[in-house]
Nanobody, 121 residues
Framework: QVQLVESGGGLVQTGGSLRLSCAASGSIFSINTMDWYRQAPGKQRELVAT???????NYADSVKGRFTISRDNAKNTVYLQMNSLKPEDTAIYYC???????????????WGQGTQVTVSA
């Protein structure tokens, strides 16, 4: 079994910062791409940032220059540093990781349970 557990969400004022973490555990052979998504009330889930195993990153236009994704491969953990937060960043943030559980298996996407981020005006 594989689990992804997020932490670091909370309530912050406009302009503030938060750092989200997502740790993968369980029967893991290797992890490929890791991503952060978010879903605001009444909206579809959207991709916020992605990072490959080699460290290549990509961001949604709405967060470029404010958010930074990083990972620690030794700890099977991905981070999202969020600066200059705005009320429109309010959402549940989910991490996703493409994980192979054995040398013979293909990459399978696993999701965390989500962590709430609320930015007050």
């Amino acid at each position: 079994q594989v689990q992804l557990v997020e932490s670091g969400g909370g309530l912050v004022q406009t302009g503030g910062s938060l750092r989200l973490s997502c740790a993968a555990s369980g029967s893991i052979f290797s992890i490929n791409t890791m991503d952060w998504y978010r879903q605001a009330p009444g909206k579809q889930r959207e991709l916020v940032a992605t990072i490959t195993r080699g460290g290549t990153t990509n961001y949604a236009d709405s967060v470029k220059g404010r958010f930074t994704i990083s990972r620690d491969n030794a700890k099977n953990t991905v981070y999202l540093q969020m600066n200059s937060l705005k009320p429109e960043d309010t959402a549940i943030y989910y991490c996703k990781a493409d994980i192979a559980t054995t040398v013979r298996t293909t990459w399978i996407p696993y999701w965390g349970q989500g962590t709430q981020v609320t930015v007050s005006a």
